[in-house]
């Protein structure tokens, strides 16, 4: 494992994985700093909107994952798949015997990362910054958050869910018509529902008519466990 250049790493804790198909499985998370989007909705803006953390070697990083006693752990960010080095860790990872998630918004091709399951979360207009407060980053948002050819790639690169921050039931609409234009037949049990919200009280509002429109449509519902055992707060 080559030494490589430092990574800008936010946060590295153990906890359970709280979304997707992995929900409930003890983890530990490998936090990332940088993205190359602005989410209005954003929950970890110290690794997105005001970049954070320590700079620390692929080396540092894998043995810090180490000492905790999990067979999984789970890439994320802001953006992991822009950060320095972000293949030597993922293949350091790997040859530790551990089960690498990688939680990326499908904007940056998997080019042979070392994954097995790949979370792809593209974003709705919903996450789109506010054009009068914004409007640099509000342009460039528009531009990166939906790219059908690099989740495509991601699709037949490794195992994967799709999962989708819903705020309204018109973002359902919207996130159909975007798979649509993937032109595959996406079993809809491997794509995720998420309610949009930080607190447990405004997860239960949108969760009451999200449940039923997945039960409708098909997709699975996807819970924010996290947010249900240790509230909005770093580290879990």
């Not at 540092?60 to 789970?74: D, K, M, N």
Request: aromatic share 6%.
């Amino acid at each position: 494992m080559a030494a490589g250049s430092p990574m800008l790493i936010s946060e590295i804790f153990y906890s359970l994985q709280g979304e997707g198909t992995l929900a409930g499985v003890p983890s530990v998370f490998v936090r990332t700093s940088g993205c190359n989007l602005r989410c209005a909705w954003c929950d970890t803006p110290y690794a997105s909107w005001v970049p954070e953390g320590d700079a620390r070697t692929v080396e540092e990083i894998v043995a810090e994952v180490q000492r905790h006693p999990a067979g999984h752990v789970v890439l994320t960010g802001g953006e992991p798949m822009i950060a320095r080095d972000i293949h030597a860790l993922a293949a350091g990872l790997r040859s530790r015997g551990r089960h690498l998630t990688i939680e990326t918004a499908a904007t940056v091709p998997p080019a042979g990362i070392a994954c097995d399951l790949a979370s792809l979360s593209p974003k709705l207009l919903n996450s789109a910054p506010d054009a009068a407060q914004h409007p640099a980053w509000r342009r460039r948002h528009e531009a990166t958050r939906w790219q059908p050819d690099v989740v495509r790639a991601w699709l037949d690169h490794c195992a994967w869910q799709l999962k989708f921050v819903i705020a309204q039931p018109a973002d359902v609409d919207e996130l159909e018509a975007m798979l649509a234009k993937l032109g595959r037949d996406l079993p809809r049990d491997r794509v995720l529902l998420m309610p949009e919200g930080v607190t447990r009280e405004k997860i239960h509002e949108r969760a009451a008519w999200l449940g039923e429109l997945c039960k409708a449509r098909g997709y699975r519902y996807a819970p924010r466990l996290q947010i249900e055992l240790y509230g909005h707060r770093r580290g879990t």
